[in-house]
């Protein structure tokens, strides 16, 4: 296997990921932002050292539940897709401190949290729905 651990594809329309892209095993961060992908790539849960995952600017309808297999993500951004809802296991993503799901359509209620943001008052775990200024890392 590849050595390979950051890789960015945003911006290039590809329709499929290249077969090569499945056996990236030690990515840790991967863009694949505005690729017009309509289906979360099943493919993505077997790249397990994955700490940030960039798939805004999509057009995806879904993400799996089976999303708390990617256990190392610290950074997931979703924001300006077509999502209706989210899959509670992204509650078992434990190390996970900034998820941004902007401007999906979801139910009012969990809009009204996706543009708040949410912080506990505990002073434990931040994820932060909003983002976090949406700037890279």
């Known amino acids: 296997s590849t050595q390979l651990d950051v890789l960015s594809i945003a911006h290039n329309p590809l329709s499929k990921p290249a077969e090569v892209l499945e056996s990236l095993i030690n990515l840790e961060r991967l863009d694949l932002a505005s690729l017009g992908w309509k289906e979360f790539p099943e493919w993505l849960l077997n790249l397990k050292k994955l ?28 924001q300006n897709n ?22 999906n359509p979801f139910h009012p209620a969990l809009q009204s949290a996706a543009d708040q943001g949410i912080r506990p008052a505990d002073g ?14």
């Open 124 to 137: 434990g775990r931040h994820v932060l729905i909003g983002g976090s200024g949406e700037k890279r890392a």
């Open 51 to 78: 700490k940030v995952l960039y798939l805004e600017n999509n057009l995806l309808t879904a993400i799996p539940s089976s999303i708390e297999e990617l256990s190392e993500l610290q950074i997931l951004w979703l």
């Open 82 to 103: 077509k999502l209706s809802e989210l899959p509670s296991s992204l509650s078992r993503l434990l190390v996970l401190q900034d998820l941004n799901v902007k401007h």
